[in-house]
Protein backbone atom coordinates (compact mmCIF):
# COMPACT_ATOMS: atom_id res chain seq x y z
CA UNK A 1 0.00 0.00 0.00
CA UNK A 2 1.43 3.58 -0.89
CA UNK A 3 1.13 5.60 1.99
CA UNK A 4 -1.53 8.60 2.10
CA UNK A 5 0.44 11.82 3.03
CA UNK A 6 -0.50 14.09 0.29
CA UNK A 7 -4.19 13.15 0.40
CA UNK A 8 -4.05 14.02 4.17
CA UNK A 9 -2.05 17.12 3.03
CA UNK A 10 -4.92 18.02 0.65
CA UNK A 11 -7.48 17.42 2.80
CA UNK A 12 -6.08 19.50 5.62
CA UNK A 13 -5.82 22.14 2.90
CA UNK A 14 -9.12 22.28 1.90
CA UNK A 15 -10.56 22.13 5.40
CA UNK A 16 -8.31 24.95 6.58
CA UNK A 17 -9.33 26.49 2.89
CA UNK A 18 -13.07 26.11 3.78
CA UNK A 19 -13.29 26.72 7.50
CA UNK A 20 -9.91 27.03 9.25
CA UNK A 21 -8.67 29.73 12.21
CA UNK A 22 -5.39 29.76 11.02
CA UNK A 23 -5.16 29.67 6.94
CA UNK A 24 -2.02 31.70 6.23
CA UNK A 25 -4.09 33.66 3.42
CA UNK A 26 -6.40 35.36 5.83
CA UNK A 27 -10.30 34.05 6.67
CA UNK A 28 -11.54 30.82 5.68
CA UNK A 29 -15.01 30.90 3.71
CA UNK A 30 -17.19 30.14 6.62
CA UNK A 31 -15.44 33.25 8.32
CA UNK A 32 -16.20 35.17 5.56
CA UNK A 33 -19.56 34.41 4.79
CA UNK A 34 -20.36 34.62 8.95
CA UNK A 35 -22.21 38.16 8.71
CA UNK A 36 -23.65 38.07 5.34
CA UNK A 37 -27.40 38.81 5.36
CA UNK A 38 -29.83 37.68 2.55
CA UNK A 39 -29.87 41.44 1.87
CA UNK A 40 -26.53 41.51 1.36
CA UNK A 41 -26.03 38.07 -0.53
CA UNK A 42 -28.18 38.93 -2.95
CA UNK A 43 -27.08 42.65 -4.00
CA UNK A 44 -25.09 43.36 -6.97
CA UNK A 45 -22.42 46.09 -6.53
CA UNK A 46 -22.47 47.07 -10.18
CA UNK A 47 -24.37 45.60 -13.55
CA UNK A 48 -22.34 42.79 -15.03
CA UNK A 49 -20.89 41.47 -11.61
CA UNK A 50 -21.77 38.74 -9.28
CA UNK A 51 -23.90 38.68 -6.22
CA UNK A 52 -22.19 36.65 -2.89
CA UNK A 53 -25.71 34.37 -3.31
CA UNK A 54 -24.08 33.56 -6.97
CA UNK A 55 -20.99 33.07 -5.70
CA UNK A 56 -21.76 30.60 -3.01
CA UNK A 57 -23.88 28.32 -5.45
CA UNK A 58 -20.50 28.67 -7.93
CA UNK A 59 -18.22 27.16 -4.88
CA UNK A 60 -20.97 24.24 -4.52
CA UNK A 61 -21.22 23.73 -8.15
CA UNK A 62 -18.35 23.27 -8.50
CA UNK A 63 -17.39 20.82 -5.19
CA UNK A 64 -20.38 18.67 -6.68
CA UNK A 65 -18.14 18.29 -9.85
CA UNK A 66 -15.60 17.53 -7.95
CA UNK A 67 -17.12 14.63 -5.71
CA UNK A 68 -18.98 13.23 -8.89
CA UNK A 69 -15.77 13.24 -10.68
CA UNK A 70 -14.12 10.98 -7.96
CA UNK A 71 -17.42 8.70 -7.73
CA UNK A 72 -15.97 8.05 -11.51
CA UNK A 73 -18.98 10.17 -13.27
CA UNK A 74 -17.61 10.77 -16.97
CA UNK A 75 -20.99 12.92 -17.89
CA UNK A 76 -21.38 15.10 -15.33
CA UNK A 77 -20.46 18.51 -15.97
CA UNK A 78 -21.43 22.12 -15.66
CA UNK A 79 -22.45 23.34 -18.93
CA UNK A 80 -24.19 25.99 -18.59
CA UNK A 81 -24.64 29.46 -16.51
CA UNK A 82 -27.69 28.37 -14.39
CA UNK A 83 -25.95 24.93 -13.52
CA UNK A 84 -22.67 27.32 -12.82
CA UNK A 85 -23.90 30.56 -10.86
CA UNK A 86 -27.59 29.63 -10.28
CA UNK A 87 -30.87 31.20 -11.72
CA UNK A 88 -30.67 33.55 -8.24
CA UNK A 89 -33.08 36.34 -7.69
CA UNK A 90 -31.99 39.79 -7.22
CA UNK A 91 -33.58 39.54 -3.70
CA UNK A 92 -32.65 36.80 -0.96
CA UNK A 93 -34.92 35.78 1.60
CA UNK A 94 -33.51 33.92 5.06
CA UNK A 95 -34.61 30.47 3.86
CA UNK A 96 -33.01 30.71 0.23
CA UNK A 97 -29.59 32.04 1.94
CA UNK A 98 -29.84 29.16 4.61
CA UNK A 99 -30.60 27.03 1.87
CA UNK A 100 -27.31 28.43 -0.01
CA UNK A 101 -25.34 28.48 2.87
CA UNK A 102 -26.28 24.65 4.24
CA UNK A 103 -25.64 23.07 0.20
CA UNK A 104 -22.13 24.86 0.73
CA UNK A 105 -21.88 23.34 3.68
CA UNK A 106 -23.04 19.92 2.96
CA UNK A 107 -20.88 20.13 -0.51
CA UNK A 108 -17.95 20.03 1.41
CA UNK A 109 -18.58 17.61 3.83
CA UNK A 110 -19.22 15.30 0.46
CA UNK A 111 -15.98 15.96 -0.73
CA UNK A 112 -14.25 15.51 2.38
CA UNK A 113 -16.31 11.96 2.77
CA UNK A 114 -15.32 11.00 -0.83
CA UNK A 115 -11.12 11.69 -0.08
CA UNK A 116 -11.54 9.87 3.10
CA UNK A 117 -12.51 6.50 1.30
CA UNK A 118 -9.63 6.89 -0.70
CA UNK A 119 -6.76 4.79 1.43
CA UNK A 120 -3.37 5.86 -0.67
CA UNK A 121 -2.12 8.51 -2.58
CA UNK A 122 -1.94 6.41 -6.06
CA UNK A 123 -5.56 7.74 -7.49
CA UNK A 124 -3.73 11.57 -7.16
CA UNK A 125 -2.27 11.03 -10.30
CA UNK A 126 -5.25 9.63 -12.31
CA UNK A 127 -6.82 11.63 -15.13
CA UNK A 128 -10.30 12.51 -14.07
CA UNK A 129 -13.24 11.26 -15.76
CA UNK A 130 -13.98 13.35 -19.19
CA UNK A 131 -10.73 15.29 -18.54
CA UNK A 132 -7.43 15.58 -19.23
CA UNK A 133 -5.81 16.29 -16.02
CA UNK A 134 -5.42 14.82 -12.80
CA UNK A 135 -7.26 14.10 -9.58
CA UNK A 136 -4.51 16.29 -7.50
CA UNK A 137 -4.83 19.30 -10.33
CA UNK A 138 -8.59 19.47 -9.25
CA UNK A 139 -8.09 18.79 -5.54
CA UNK A 140 -5.55 21.95 -5.83
CA UNK A 141 -8.07 23.68 -7.82
CA UNK A 142 -11.29 23.84 -5.72
CA UNK A 143 -8.85 24.90 -2.78
CA UNK A 144 -7.32 27.72 -4.81
CA UNK A 145 -10.86 28.23 -6.72
CA UNK A 146 -12.39 28.75 -2.78
CA UNK A 147 -9.58 31.08 -2.21
CA UNK A 148 -10.38 33.48 -5.53
CA UNK A 149 -14.02 33.77 -4.81
CA UNK A 150 -13.54 34.25 -1.29
CA UNK A 151 -11.42 37.58 -1.88
CA UNK A 152 -14.08 37.97 -4.16
CA UNK A 153 -16.92 38.10 -1.49
CA UNK A 154 -14.60 40.50 0.38
CA UNK A 155 -14.27 42.94 -1.97
CA UNK A 156 -17.92 42.80 -2.31
CA UNK A 157 -18.47 43.30 0.97
CA UNK A 158 -16.01 46.33 1.61
CA UNK A 159 -17.32 47.93 -2.02
CA UNK A 160 -21.09 47.43 0.13
CA UNK A 161 -19.01 49.37 3.04
CA UNK A 162 -19.31 46.35 5.00
CA UNK A 163 -17.00 46.09 7.85
CA UNK A 164 -14.16 43.10 7.77
CA UNK A 165 -15.78 39.65 9.29
CA UNK A 166 -12.98 38.58 10.45
CA UNK A 167 -11.01 40.06 14.07
CA UNK A 168 -8.11 37.91 12.96
CA UNK A 169 -6.55 41.04 11.83
CA UNK A 170 -8.61 43.67 13.64
CA UNK A 171 -6.53 44.81 16.28
CA UNK A 172 -3.81 46.19 13.78
CA UNK A 173 -5.67 46.71 10.68
CA UNK A 174 -5.71 50.48 8.97
CA UNK A 175 -8.47 52.15 8.06
CA UNK A 176 -8.42 50.76 4.88
CA UNK A 177 -8.79 46.92 6.70
CA UNK A 178 -5.17 45.89 6.08
CA UNK A 179 -3.10 44.41 8.75
CA UNK A 180 0.24 46.05 6.60
CA UNK A 181 0.00 49.86 7.68
CA UNK A 182 -0.74 52.50 5.61
CA UNK A 183 -0.59 52.48 1.71
CA UNK A 184 2.20 55.28 2.26
CA UNK A 185 4.74 53.34 3.25
CA UNK A 186 4.52 50.98 0.59
CA UNK A 187 5.18 53.12 -2.13
CA UNK A 188 8.56 52.31 -2.91
CA UNK A 189 7.13 48.76 -4.13
CA UNK A 190 5.52 50.15 -7.19
Known sequence: MVPNDELIRIIDLLNTTYEGEEAWHGPSVVDVLRNVTPDMAGRRIAPNTHSIAELVFHM???????????????????????????????????????????????????????????????????????????????????INHDMYHTGQIMIIQKAMGLQKTSSRFDDDADEFGSPFGTSSEHDDYY
Not at 76 to 81: M, V
Not at 94 to 105: C, I, K, R, Y
Open 60 to 142: TSWRIFCVKKMQGDETFDITTPNKDFGALPDKIDNFEWEALEMELSLSQEELINELDKRDDDEFLEDIVPGRTYTYYDMLHGI
